[in-house]
């Protein structure tokens, strides 16, 4: 193909059926995180690369990503019964993608998971990217629903190291202040803030997300209450 100034092609050979295909990356040099949202979504200026992560196979439908490892023998076969032979029909995304394209990319990398048996974690990395591609579509239903799944699933994971645990603690802390289960985000940001074996960057995080909450409901309070004065 000619240049093309904002992606270029990544030559992929799928894992299921081994056929070879291109598929669109993002440039580094076209886009910039400016900020991190409190569930570490990143807010980019230009394009974002997210909805370039996963590889969805035009031949057969197979959808991957790279923090997949089920990707081989026996967890194929399952992928073929469950996933592969029930898909309607096959789909072409491997050029520009709308928000609606990543969305399906990502539903189906989490299928194939799915089907594979993938960890809790994977899992729950996934539900929670669908709730952020949803969160820019402004679908409050549908990234509800997804911020539900990663919750759970992150209630079933765990990491093999110290920072992870960390985050998933955070994150099962932070998606249940933002679902409104606030006796349970009260409890998980306690408990990181009172570990002392919980590092610097953990503890800072829960507290500002807990005193931000406080912050912000006892405003909410004080409106209500001049509100109801001037009514």
Aim: glycine fraction near 4%.
């Amino acid at each position: 193909m000619a240049f093309n100034i904002y992606y270029y092609e990544s030559n992929v050979d799928c894992k299921f059926c081994k056929k070879h295909f291109s598929t669109y990356k993002v440039r580094p040099n076209r886009y910039k995180i400016v900020e991190e949202q409190t569930d570490f979504m990143p807010v980019y200026e230009g394009l974002n690369p997210l909805l370039y992560e996963v590889a969805v196979c035009p031949h057969c439908g197979y959808a991957y990503h790279k923090s997949m490892t089920r990707t081989y023998g026996p967890f194929m076969e399952l992928i073929n019964e469950i996933y592969i032979k029930e898909l309607q029909k096959k789909i072409n995304i491997c050029q520009e993608r709308t928000l609606d394209d990543a969305i399906v990319s990502y539903k189906l990398a989490y299928l194939v998971s799915r089907a594979s048996m993938e960890e809790s974690l994977l899992m729950a990395n996934f539900a929670l990217k669908i709730a952020w591609l949803y969160r820019l579509k402004n679908d409050n239903k549908s990234e509800t629903h997804y911020l539900f799944a990663a919750r759970d699933f992150y209630s079933k994971s765990f990491a093999t190291n110290q920072e992870g645990e960390e985050r998933i603690q955070f994150l099962h802390a932070e998606l249940s202040l933002r679902l409104g289960d606030i006796a349970e985000a009260k409890k998980g940001f306690s408990r990181l803030i009172s570990d002392r074996n919980i590092s610097n960057k953990y503890r800072k995080l829960a507290r500002n997300c807990w005193e931000n909450y406080r912050y912000d409901e006892n405003v909410i309070k004080v409106d209500g209450g001049i509100g109801e004065v001037l009514n």
